[in-house]
């Protein structure tokens, strides 16, 4: 028996050897994947639905990738998106902004570009911390 259509990972568009198994020689492969039915409580269908969600953001076919690969593939399409997303965000902000508000920058919208952290004041004084930790 092939696999059927409802079973995670499978695909009615994948060749099925004589043996009833997928032929696609990838980690898709039900030859290759261990047997986690027992008390897995669904786990292998949340792992296979990440892959197949990570394939639909990248828009690549998941066979001959790895989960790591996917990963990579989607954030980049991700961060490319958001980089158009926050440029009309800037733009339509600014345009439509109020006397004396100052305009924004693109990297102000865009949540995958790391905000500079504040930094941290240094001091000598470290009776603080015996105070917290030691003195309790």
Not at 71 to 97: C, D, F, G, K, P
Request: charged share 25%; proline share 7%.
């Amino acid at each position: 028996m092939g696999a059927s259509p409802d079973e995670p990972g499978a695909s009615a568009n994948r060749p099925v050897a004589s043996t009833g198994r997928s032929v696609a020689g990838s980690d898709q492969d039900p030859a290759r994947q261990p047997d986690f039915e027992s008390g897995d409580r669904g786990g292998t269908e949340r792992r296979w639905r990440i892959v197949w969600e990570l394939a639909g953001v990248a828009g690549v076919d998941p066979g001959p990738l790895t989960l790591r690969e996917l990963v990579w593939i989607a954030e980049a399409r991700q961060r490319e998106a958001w980089s158009h997303t926050s440029q009309v965000l800037a733009m339509t902000y600014n345009s439509h902004r109020g006397k004396g508000a100052r305009a924004m920058k693109p990297a102000e919208f865009n949540p995958f570009i790391e905000k500079a952290a504040k930094p941290v004041a240094k001091t000598n004084d470290l009776s603080i911390l015996k105070q917290v930790f030691v003195d309790r």
